[in-house]
C-alpha cells in the first residue's frame, strides 16, 4: 500500500487556500493541510463568518479536484485559552471533510496543557476530528517522552502525537522512542535539514519556519524515522518555498522528493 502524503500549507504560506488546494491536486498530492488559524503574527486571522464564507467555498472545490483536507491547523495551547473560542475553527474543519486539528503548547505548565486537550478533545467529538499534539524544542512540549506524558494524562481516545522530522532530530529523539509511542503516533511531518542544528531559541524558530530542506537534501535520519512510524501512516510534506521559486513545481518536487526517501519511485 502506498503512503498517503499531504502538503502542509507552511510549504506554500503566502498561497490563498483554494490555490494551494488546485496545486495540491495538480501535483498529485492525495490530501492537503489548511492553516485556517494564526501560527504567527503575520498568517491570516479569519472571523467566524470568515471561516464559514470559506469553508462553504473551498467544499466544492475540493470535490471537483477529487482532494480531501487531511489536517487544519492550529489551535495554540495557553494558560489563558477558552477552547470554546475554537468552535469555529472546528466547525469549517467539519465542514470541509478534515479528519485532524493540530496543537502546539505554549505553556510550561503540563497539567494546564493535559487538562485543556481534555477539554479539546471532547468538544471535538461530535465534529469527528482527532487532535494532534506537536512537540517543538522550543515550545512548552520539547520532545516526544514529553508529549506522550501530556496526552496520556489528559486520557482521551481521540488525542495523537504528531511527529515533525526536524522537531524529532532537534529533540534528540529517535526510532525506539518512536516504536514506543506508537499507540499515539499514526500522522508524520517530513522535510530534511543539516545535521547541526542552529544555537538559540530564536535560531531553532527561524530554521523550522523558513530553513528546512526537501526529504533527502539533508541529514536527518528520515529512513530510521520513517521505519519505525506505520508504514500507512499519512505523511504531510513542510518545507517553505524558498525565495523566487514557483509553488507549484515547488509542490511537485517536494512530492517526488518523497516518494524517493519513501521507496515510491
Known amino acids: ?142 520532545s516526544l517522552k514529553a508529549a506522550q506524558a501530556v496526552v496520556a494524562s489528559a486520557s482521551q481516545s481521540h488525542l495523537r502525537v504528531l511527529v515533525d522530522a526536524l522537531h524529532w532530530a532537534r529533540a534528540g529523539d529517535d526510532a525506539a522512542g518512536i516504536r514506543a509511542a506508537l499507540p499515539v503516533l499514526d500522522y508524520v511531518q517530513l522535510c530534511d535539514a543539516p545535521a547541526a542544528a542552529p544555537v538559540g531559541r530564536e535560531a531553532l524558530i527561524a530554521e523550522a519556519r523558513t530553513s528546512r530542506l526537501p526529504p533527502g537534501e539533508g541529514a536527518l535520519a528520515l529512513e530510521d524515522l520513517l521505519a519505525a512510524m506505520p508504514k500507512d501512516c499519512v505523511a504531510s510534506l513542510e518545507v517553505p518555498l524558498p525565495p523566487g521559486h514557483d509553488p507549484a513545481a515547488h509542490a511537485r518536487r517536494l512530492l517526488a522528493a518523497a516518494r524517493a526517501v519513501c521507496g515510491e519511485t
Open 1 to 142: 500500500m502506498s503512503r498517503p502524503f499531504s502538503i502542509a500549507h507552511l510549504s506554500l504560506i503566502d498561497t490563498a487556500p483554494a490555490d494551494l488546494i488546485r496545486i495540491a491536486a495538480a501535483a498529485g498530492y492525495d490530501l492537503v493541510d489548511l492553516r485556517l488559524a494564526p501560527a504567527t503574527p503575520t498568517d491570516p486571522v479569519y472571523s467566524r463568518s470568515d471561516l464559514q464564507r470559506l469553508a462553504t467555498d473551498l467544499a466544492p472545490l475540493l470535490r471537483d479536484v477529487g482532494l480531501r483536507v487531511w489536517d487544519v491547523e492550529i489551535i495554540r495551547l495557553k494558560d489563558d485559552t477558552d477552547p470554546k473560542h475554537c468552535l469555529p475553527l472546528m466547525e469549517a474543519a467539519a465542514h470541509l471533510g478534515a479528519r485532524r486539528m493540530k496543537l502546539v503548547c505554549d505553556t510550561q505548565d503540563h497539567a494546564r496543557a493535559s487538562a485543556l486537550l481534555a477539554e479539546f478533545a471532547q468538544i471535538a467529538v461530535p465534529f469527528g476530528l482527532t487532535l494532534d499534539l506537536e512537540y517543538m524544542v522550543f515550545s512548552g512540549v520539547k
